[in-house]
C-alpha cells in the first residue's frame, strides 16, 4: 500500500481518531484545527463510551417533546424559535423519523457501529501512552420515580429484544450501597455494565501526543478558509496560514461541517445542538460510577480529583454564552438524586456544539462524486463514543478496502 499525504480538517475525538487509524496504514497525515487540539465539542463532554446507547434521538416521543419546549425556553431540549430556512428544513426531516420503524432501522445502525467502536477502544486504550483516566465501571441509569423506572424498564426490554442488550435491574432499597453518593428513597436504576468513562480532555492530549512523537503533524490555529478543486478533485487547501496540498483530505470538522456543504458542492445538514458542562472538584461523598439521570437529562461523571454534571440540548445555532441560569440548572437537576450535587468548588463550565444530523446517525464516506475527499462527521451525541470506528472506517475508505460496517446508512450520498 502507498504511503499518500492526507490532510485531516478538524482536531476534534474524530479528527483524532482518523489521523490515528490512517497513520496505523503508514500514511503521511497532518491535522489541522482552526482553534486548539480537541478544543471544541471534544473537549468537557461527558466522557461516556456507551455501547448501550443505540437509540437515535428521533423516537416517537421526541416530536412532542421538541414541541413543548418551543414553549418552555429553560427546557433541557430546546428549539430557539428562529427564521432560518436550513433550521426549518432540519426539523421537518428529523419529525418525519420521530417514528418507531425509523427508530429500530437507525438503532441496528448505531448497535453495530457502537459495538465495533467499543472492541476497538479495549484494545486501544491499553496502551499506557493515551492516559485518559479510562475506567470500565458500567452506566448506571437512575430513577427516582416509579414511573420513570417502569418506562425505562419497557425501554430496556426494546433494547433486549431488538439488539441483545440487557441491564441489571437495581431496586431502590439495594441503590445506596451500590452507590453511595445516591440519596435514600430513589426508586431505582438499571446498569449497564459494558459502558466505560473516561476524561475527554487527557484523552485528546495524550492520543495526539503519542500521534505526533509517531510524526503526525498537527497545525492549531489554522483555518480552513477555502478548497481548490478541479472539478471533483480537491487539490488543495486555502487556510489562515497558507496553502496545503494532499492526495486524500478528511473533513472532520463537527459542528461546523455544514459551512463546507458549497464548497464539496453537496448537502451536508448539520446543526450545532448545544450542551453544558459543570465540573466541580470532589465533594466528601464522590461519585463512583457513571450515571444518567434520564428524568432530568443529566449525566454524572467522576473522575479522580472532581466529577462533572452535564446536559441540555439547544437549537440556537452558533450562540457561545454560557447562561449561570443553565450551570444552576445543572446542579439543580442533580439535587433529586445525590447526596452532594454542588462540588466545594467549581473547576469549569463549558459548553459543546455537537454536530447534529437529523437522522442521528454519522456522516462518514466520500463526498458524493470526489475521489479524494472524505467527511467523517455528524456525530451528534456519540462523538466520544464512535471516534474509532470512524478512524476505522475512513482508513478503509482511503485504502479502498470494503468493511461489514453499515457504511450505506452513514454515507454523505443519503442527503444527496
Ligand atoms: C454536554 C455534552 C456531553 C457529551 N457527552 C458525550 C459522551 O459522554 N459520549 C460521547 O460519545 N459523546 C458525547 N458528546 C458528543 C461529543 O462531544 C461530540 O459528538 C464530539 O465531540 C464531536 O467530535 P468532533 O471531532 O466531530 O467535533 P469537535 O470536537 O467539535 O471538533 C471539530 C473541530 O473542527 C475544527 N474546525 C471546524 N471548522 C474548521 C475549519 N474551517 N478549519 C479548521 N478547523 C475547523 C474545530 O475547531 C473543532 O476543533 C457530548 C456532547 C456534549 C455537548
Known sequence: MSADRV????????????????????HDVTVVDQGRIGGACSSANCGFIVPSHVLPLTTPDALATGLMSLFRPRAAFRVRPQLRPALFRWMLEFARRCNRSDMLAAGATLHALLEASAAEYRGLLQDPALDSEWQRKGMLFVFATDEGLAEFGETDSLLTSEYGLSAEHIAGEALAEFEPA??????????????????????????????ARAGVRFIEDCCLESVDSNGKHVAGLDTSTGQLEAEHYVFAAGAWSGGLASALDCRIPIEPGKGYSVTMTCPETMPSHPMLMPEKHIGVTPFEDGYRIASMMEFAGFDASIPDYRIRQLQDSARP??????????????????PMTWDSLPVIGRVPGF??????????????????????LIADLVAERPTDLPLEAVSPARFN
Open 337 to 354: 438524586y445525590l447526596r452532594e450535587p454542588v462540588g466545594p468548588e467549581v473547576v469549569e463550565t463549558w459548553y459543546g456544539w455537537r
Open 371 to 392: 475521489d479524494n475527499a472524505l467527511l467523517a462527521t455528524g456525530h451528534n451525541m456519540l462523538g466520544l463514543s464512535l471516534a474509532p470506528v470512524t478512524g476505522k
Open 7 to 26: 490532510i485531516v480538517v478538524g482536531a476534534g475525538h474524530i479528527g483524532i481518531a482518523c489521523a490515528h487509524y490512517l497513520h496505523a496504514e503508514g
Open 182 to 211: 445516591l440519596l435514600d428513597g430513589l426508586a431505582g436504576a438499571w446498569f449497564y455494565e459494558d459502558d466505560s468513562h473516561l476524561r475527554p480532555d487527557r484523552l485528546n492530549a495524550s492520543w495526539a501526543e503519542r500521534l
